[in-house]
């Protein structure tokens, strides 16, 4: 990895400014959400997708 690649990442994370952290926390917590948002659809497009099944 090229050093210019890691300043961007540094950087366009927020790393260098103080609140970094909660900037980091955030993303993490938005992937995880989105993580759960999505696991939480596709089970139930499969619960209707079987119930559909068995009606037919």
Do not use: N, R
Request: net charge negative.
């Amino acid at each position: 990895m090229s050093c210019f690649a890691l300043l961007l990442i540094i950087f366009s994370l927020g790393l260098i400014e103080k609140d970094g952290g909660f900037i980091m926390l955030g993303y993490v917590a938005t992937t995880i959400y989105v993580s759960f948002v999505s696991l939480f659809i596709m089970t139930a497009i499969q619960h209707i997708m079987a119930w559909i099944d068995m009606a037919l």
